[in-house]
């Protein structure tokens, strides 16, 4: 089982900064063999892409937050017992306001992992 655990959101004014954590925990052969997103849901719509990073550290994003948002990971645990992703969020808009959620993609066994999701409003 993979457990992941997003923390960072808050209440920011426009055009200040966040940074999102997940904490990748479980049993993670190596944090190169899966998928990392990160995806955000709003109140009443429908739960949408955000960023992604793959094996080989390619990076996409929506175009909604391209040039603002950035993506990253951290390995730091020697086992991979531990991993953490990030999302850098700039320069952030009234309309970034949702629930954001960090989601991981396991290329061998195909299953799908999801945080409990954490609040981000943005709001003078």
């Known amino acids: 089982q993979v457990q992941l655990v997003e923390s960072g959101g808050g209440l920011v004014q426009p055009g200040g900064s966040l940074r999102l954590s997940c904490a990748a925990s479980?049993?993670?052969?190596?944090?190169?063999?899966?998928?990392w997103y990160w995806y955000r849901q709003a109140p009443g719509k429908q739960r949408e892409f955000v960023a992604a990073l793959n094996s080989g550290a390619v990076t996409a994003y929506a175009d909604s937050v391209k040039g603002r948002f950035t993506i990253s990971r951290d390995n730091l645990s020697r086992d991979n017992a531990k991993n953490t992703l990030y999302l850098q969020m700039n320069s952030l808009k009234p309309e970034d306001t949702a629930v954001y959620y960090c989601?991981?993609?396991?290329?061998?066994?195909?299953?799908?992992?999801w945080g409990q999701g954490t609040q981000v409003t943005v709001s003078s």
């Open positions: 479980g049993s993670i052969v190596s944090f190169n063999g899966m998928r």
């Open positions: 989601s991981a993609y396991d290329l061998q066994t195909s299953r799908t992992y």
